[in-house]
């Protein structure tokens, strides 16, 4: 069972499906964000393995938990993705009877063996696992899955285009503070095999995609795998665009690629910023400065490539004045129509194991653990902070249900943050908006 998957069709589900049948079971797949929870299914199956690869996954996932102990008390329920291991002393018992992190394909259908096998609950016992060996890859089963249509498409000169998601790699060779990965790969990444890859984007087209997402954390941890495989994309697919997601120290090094890719057909790349406060990109050690992040930025729209920051605006060290500054930044790289206006409302989430649990830099700011939320809550030092970002939320909140435009909200939140004083009447939209997923909350 999916729970959300940043509005892609979930990959979790599809890349474990194979195994289950390599191993002879029959697995039923469903994505609760964009079905409904069918009780018939549930209450037939032995095992239910829930996704949750993310804090919104999770959030979903234990009430999804909660529906199948209801429908069938003598399911075996085992979490599973970053979010699970993450949360696995939460879980385990209360919603859950295992908690599987990192590679979890092969040791998923190792537990389902054993309850076939006929061991019980209590023999099997509440196991929390993280696996880093290197695993079996298979090509993605995406039958049984919703269509395309129910997931984010690509916006872009005024029409939306079907879009699909793969993968190729898994984890990250980078060790960012704030970033749920590094608790669990602590550097650690897998390149999924160039064959896996582009057959599975050959059935994403033969399912109508005309967009491809590539799902990794950072597309270019492996540089020239992934120029490989966009290379090949391009040449089968000559009107399909893709986009991806890399490390602003990877696009700088990596410079001379951005103009093949804007030739292949990328259509924009997402970068983690995160914030334009050296104090606050030092403490994340996101291995980057403002100065490297504004020049990435213009680098890679220079090759003609769009471009979307995305950032954590409110962490215990952001000030006012550097919040006002990013406001400020946005505006005079004409990036305003690039950033989704939830960007400019996100504070720094702390799940448990986070790896700034255990730096000076954060321990002071930090609450007792949340047990409800998964989260460890954290208290800024100016208390108008605090205030600021719960207003922010709100009025973006309230513009999207309204339907405003991205570029009135933005004067609205900059209004709110300098005081009242109105400085963007200088800013003019762009006729026609850079390109974009529909789904607004990849980051």
């Not at 890349?15 to 697995?27: D, K, L, N, R, Y």
């Not at 929870?37 to 009430?63: E, K, N, W």
């Not at 970033?179 to 896996?196: A, M, Q």
């Not at 992934?226 to 089968?236: K, S, T, W």
């Amino acid at each position: 069972m999916s729970c959300y998957e940043l509005g892609h069709q979930p990959l979790a589900i599809a890349s474990v499906v194979p195994h289950f049948i390599e191993a002879g079971f029959q697995p039923v797949c469903v994505d609760v964000s964009t079905e409904r929870f069918d009780p018939a299914a549930v209450s037939r199956a032995r095992f239910v393995a829930i996704s949750v690869p993310m804090h919104t996954a999770l959030r979903i996932g234990v009430r999804v938990a909660e529906e199948v102990r209801r429908v069938n008390g003598s399911a075996q329920i085992a979490f599973f993705g970053l979010y699970a291991a993450l949360n696995h002393e939460f879980l385990l018992g209360r919603y859950g009877d295992a908690c599987l992190g990192g590679e979890t394909d092969g040791p998923l259908v190792a537990l389902a063996k054993r309850l076939e096998a006929g061991e019980s609950h209590e023999q099997l016992g509440a196991m929390s696992k993280v696996h880093l060996e290197r695993p079996r890859f298979f090509l993605p089963v995406r039958d049984g899955l919703p269509p395309l249509r129910r997931y984010a498409r690509l916006e872009k000169g005024g029409q939306q285009i079907l879009a699909g998601a793969v993968e190729a790699s898994r984890g990250c060779l980078h060790r960012c503070r704030h970033c749920p990965i590094t608790p669990i790969y602590n550097g650690r990444f897998f390149v999924v095999p160039e064959e896996i890859v582009l057959s599975d984007i050959a059935a994403l087209v033969a399912r109508g995609a005309g967009h491809i997402t590539f799902a990794d954390p950072d597309f270019l941890n492996g540089p020239t795998h992934a120029v490989r495989i966009a290379r090949v994309l391009h040449a089968r697919w000559p009107a399909l665009s893709f986009d991806f997601t890399a490390k602003v120290e990877h696009l700088l090094r990596h410079a001379v690629l951005a103009t093949e890719f804007a030739a292949l057909g990328c259509a924009f790349v997402v970068t983690a910023v995160e914030s334009f406060s050296d104090v606050v990109l030092e403490n994340l050690k996101k291995g980057h400065t403002r100065d490297g992040a504004i020049a990435a930025l213009r680098m890679v729209r220079q090759a003609g490539i769009s471009v979307h920051p995305s950032f954590v605006p409110f962490t215990p060290w952001t000030t006012r004045g550097d919040y006002v500054t990013m406001l400020d930044l946005l505006e005079a790289e004409d990036l305003v129509d690039s950033v989704d206006p939830i960007q400019l409302a996100i504070r720094l989430l702390v799940p448990p194991r986070s790896a700034l649990l255990s730096e000076p830099v954060m321990t002071s700011y930090l609450g007792p653990v949340d047990r409800e939320n998964f989260v460890v809550p954290w208290r800024h030092p100016d208390p108008s902070m605090d205030t600021l970002q719960s207003e922010v939320v709100a009025m973006v909140a309230d513009a999207v249900a309204r339907g405003e435009a991205p570029a009135t909200t933005f004067r609205a939140v900059k209004r709110l943050a300098s005081a009242g004083s109105d400085r963007t009447l200088d800013f003019v939209p762009h006729r026609e908006p850079p390109p974009r997923l529909t789904e607004p909350w990849f980051c």
